[in-house]
Nanobody
Framework: QLQLVESGGGLVQPGGSLRLSCVAS????????IGWFRQAPGKEREGISC????????TYLHSEKGRFTISRDNLKNTVYLQIHSLKPEDTGIYYC????????????????WGQGTPVTVSS
């Protein structure tokens, strides 16, 4: 059974950092693009970044370029999202999702989803 499990979220103060993990089971990441998305309360789910199966990267939060870094470790079947300089507006549920080899910016284009990990940025 194909499954994605996110972890690493939590309560963090403004200016802090987090590293989120997305562990895949039931399939190998070598053949899939993995995207990170977030959803703030009352807002639409938005794309943050995506890692192609080839190792290439697409970034979708252009206004926040540099604060979010995606990486993958195929040996561990895991994709990471490093977030720096966290702001209160980063609060939300963070999801990873899988689709065929090529990334896509919209959440509707992904086939498999994790349950999400909550991130709260507050002092």
């Amino acid at each position: 059974q194909l499954q994605l499990v996110e972890s690493g979220g939590g309560l963090v103060q403004p200016g802090g950092s987090l590293r989120l993990s997305c562990v895949a089971s039931g399939f190998t990441l070598d053949y899939y693009a993995i995207g990170w998305f977030r959803q703030a309360p009352g807002k639409e789910r938005e794309g943050i970044s995506c890692s192609y199966s080839s190792g290439g990267i697409s970034t979708y939060l252009h206004s926040e370029k540099g604060r979010f870094t995606i990486s993958r470790d195929n040996l561990k079947n895991t994709v990471y999202l490093q977030i720096h300089s966290l702001k209160p507006e980063d609060t939300g549920i963070y999801y990873c999702a899988a689709r065929g080899r090529v990334c896509y910016s919209r959440w509707e284009g992904y086939d498999y989803w994790g349950q999400g990990t909550p991130v709260t940025v507050s002092s």
